[in-house]
């Protein structure tokens, strides 16, 4: 019987435990914080030792193996120490994959995760296929291994994740994109963050898919030296000569799929006419999961009238309501540039734009002329809005700040006119007047509801 001690207990850390306790290993549990109830009560039930609030290392150095948080970087002390020990460290996606035999249909990239994970879900669910979903969502993927009652799992994975993953080996990958993000834990390095994400399709062999974004020159520039002999799905918002696409956009709102590209096989044509997911980044997304979807054998048909019932998750291009016929739309998870320029993208209408907060060294320069076309106003809402002024002040007919949700929401109704789009989407973190996006967001909702009501 071997030692695993589980470092973070949250949701992926208490997962892990549970299921390295039901498939009879030694398990201790430890956290340098404080542990939620909710956590406490699952890992007392089931037997398990734990501690809050403290690393005891002489416990932690007697490990057999050691599953990480993917929360924790590398340069904390605890990982040094046990790195010194060589004692190895994986990640609770690694020790999920070692107890399932379920087709994993794993995704990553820095922006469209969460809603490519949800909507192939969606799709597969609505099919009536025995699926689950985990990872970064909010699920840990080894609390569900444990009963297994699943014949795929549709996984988002950051980077973090697959930092610590060696033998895992998904069935489908998919990589979206590859933007500066998260560099502090890779060196300042866009190429050792590009290989991060790239270690998603390492283990994959001809039996795998690898279903990814041609149009991102990150990937192209690092994409050669993870080549592995998978069946690649390369998509496209267009037709590219110098591609052999598995699915690429026929027209605004219709998707050329071909499952065998490059042999010339019979291409379909999947209408996303009623999809409610709106810019480019969406359609990106949309081209993934109906990807990943028809490889899992579902028909045009299935495809078609799921994508009609999908509802996004909270704070991604959320429809919140209208106010005086100004539509309100929270995307308070664009918490970076590239998330922000997408929704300003997608956008047709003329924009009251709400953005701001916590700069995370962003350079604003690829937003310039986005909101010089489409915004009449923008509200700063941040304790420091200095570089978004200098950005945007010569560029926007209007510009004020605020500090508070509520004056900025009252600002941009009485700002807005019929027709007009007030978008919530900061491009930056929200740490300095809010708890974290989901707080940003759901302040966002509930003073668009109090105008509602009124």
Known sequence: MSKIVILGAAESGVGAALLAHAKGHSVFVS??????????????????????????????????????????????????????????????????????????????????????????????????LKVGLAGNVGFSLAEQVIEDKHDYYVVELSSFQLDDT??????????????PDHLDRYGYSMEQYALAKLRIMRNQDSSDYFIYNADDEVIQRYFQAALRPVRQMPFSLHGRPDYQLAACYDSEDEICVDMQPGYYSEREKISTADSPLIGQHNRQNTMAAVLAARIAGLTKEQIEAALATFRNAEHRLQPVGEVKGARFINDSKATNVEAAWF????????????????????DYSTLVPLVQARVKALICLGVDNEKLKTAFGSVVPHLEETRSMEAAVRRAAELATEGDVVLLSPACASFDLFRNYEDR????????EKLMEA
């Open 166 to 179: 060696y033998e895992f080996r998904p069935w489908i990958s998919v990589l979206l994109n590859i933007t």
């Open 343 to 362: 929704a300003l993208d997608g956008i047709r209408q003329p924009i009251v734009w709400i953005a701001g907060g916590t700069d995370k060294g962003n």
């Open 31 to 128: 956290d340098r914080g404080p542990i939620q109830q909710l956590y406490k009560d699952k890992l007392t039930e089931a037997g398990i030792r734990f501690e809050e609030n403290q690393h005891s290392l002489d416990e932690l150095l007697l490990a057999d193996e050691v599953v990480k948080s993917p929360g924790i970087p590398e340069k904390v002390a605890v990982i040094k120490a046990l790195r010194e020990r060589n004692i190895p460290i994986i990640s609770e996606i690694e020790l999920a994959g070692r107890y399932t035999n379920a087709k994993c249909i794993c995704i990553t990239g820095t922006n469209g995760k969460t809603t490519t994970t949800l909507l192939t879900y969606h799709l597969l669910k609505e099919a009536g």
């Open 441 to 448: 967001g759901q302040q966002f909702i509930e003073q668009v």
